[in-house]
């Protein structure tokens, strides 16, 4: 036989072999009768979910699609809308009553404020309010662009308030409106125009096609309009992380996208599991020689019957049919038990390694963590009082970081060109400055303990702005002690005196400087330390009792405590 023949004829015997191998190796996993699973015995969704994430990711993330994904997890999912919607109001808070600061020991500089507070207090519609809601968009698209809008006084009554040195009526400017522009509004090809060989930013573009209607439902249908180029120095950019190379800032949206998307995910998967727990596992109980025959034979009548039945659970199962007619023979003559039977029952047994739900909790605390807002979702854990101001306050952290950037733009953009245009030239100590208010007022036993502490040792500097401040944090309207002298309201403060405060008695060395306790630096008159203490009372009089030692009281404390 030619050596080649010999060659194949051995490959094949080998192949045959192999094929032997193979068919062995399943027949031990599967039986002569082939009969084996039709559905699904593994599960693929959790490595699928990771996988469909990782796979969406750089294109939902890259712009002007980020935009639209940004604006969808706003406002369809209550993780990040709640979050969100949290730091706004907070935001919002802060702005609702802001300040002007100003050199009081130039004139210029009180008038410039003053022309920036009557501006920023007439806009046309709009407030200092809802412009700081616009700016704040940042934290969710990564960055927020502000048109500053301008107008002349509508009549020369309109402001009557101070000048500047060489300002005239006729010069001055006010505020108008500051306008949003939508980050989704922007020109998708080119968003933002560079110019000095890529060093500058020198204007963005908008595309006028995006508000072809009301709900924008046209704007990828018509044909392309004219774009809108707006110069850099019309407009107000803020954002996280922006710089002049990254003009759109990194969105902390981006940073939990892939949880708020898994949470989706997991969402549609616990939703149909509920679904199917609702409505229990059909259960149809069939004698078993009908089984028998219609396995046996699958053009017989049993065969045509048991899948009649099973087409009918199926499609009461899924609400298709309503209703179904079966036998009801007994199994035996005393009438206990049926041939056929249908009933729905739960699933029984612990067979997962994971919860969805408990997923979707760490999910949605990955987005809360993110904005620094675990605080929001501290009813669902178990730390204590301490654990929530801690949380608190770092929750403020971040918003107020959110609100130093809108008070850094506004102080180095919009006030220096506002003055400017009207003529007014100020050095930077004299140049007004924009301070919002607090996020969440301090209390009033807080402020009014500060105060009698601080007063008691002779610290507290009764300066017009120290008394101004401190009366705005005990909540009075302060417009009115603006027009008075340092003079008169030290008058005023004066006048309002009662008496000499005893609160910093016990802060002194007994003997030394004005101190008139003798006991020293035991402060007997604090009442914390008399909660220690037990007044009795004997032959000669009244006296504080300790574990070690007593004390009587003077005059002067019977008098107080009306105990002569």
Known sequence: MHPARRNKKKRNNKNNNNNNDINKSLDVILPKNRRMRKRPAATNAIYATRKWTEGLKPYELRFPTNIEVFHEMYSRDEAVGGVLNATYALVENAFKKYHIKNNNSSKDSIAAAAIVRHSLDNMRDMTVRSFARNAATFNQFGFSVIEKNYRKPQSDKEYLGPLPEGVAHEDLWFIDKLSMIPQRSLDISEP???????????????????????????????????????????????????????????????????SWKQKQFYQRYLSVGISKDMAGMPLLEIPKDILDRANTDPTSPEAMLVTQMCEDVAAMHAGEQNMMIMPSDPFTDNGQGKEYNLKFVGIDGSGKNFDLQNAIDKCRESIYQSFGALNLISNESKGGYNQLEGQNAIHLYFVNRIINIIEESVNKDLIPQLLNLCGIRLSHKDMPRFKAGDIEPVSLEEVSKMVQRVKSVNAFL??????????????????????????????????????????????????????????????????????????????????WKTNDSKRYLNSDELSEMDLQ
């Open 192 to 258: 933002f125009i560079i110019g000095n060989e890529g060093r500058d930013i020198i204007g963005l573009r908008q595309n006028a096609s995006w508000f072809l209607n009301s709900t924008h439902a046209l704007r990828n249908w018509e044909p392309p309009a004219r774009t809108i180029n707006i110069a850099r120095n019309k407009f107000m950019l803020m954002g996280i992380n922006s710089t002049d190379s990254n003009p759109m800032g990194t969105s902390p949206l981006e940073q939990v996208w892939e």
């Open 462 to 543: 009764g300066t017009k702005e120290v008394w101004i401040e401190t009366y705005e944090k005990l909540g009075y309207d302060t417009e009115h002690l603006q027009e008075l002298s340092e003079e008169e309201l030290q008058e005023l403060s004066e006048m309002g005196s009662k008496g000499q405060s005893r609160a910093g008695d016990g802060m002194k060395t007994a003997g030394e400087g004005t101190s008139t306790n003798t006991v020293g630096f035991g402060g007997d008159n604090n009442l914390e330390n008399k909660s220690k203490e037990t007044l009795k009372f004997d032959s000669e009089g009244w006296y």
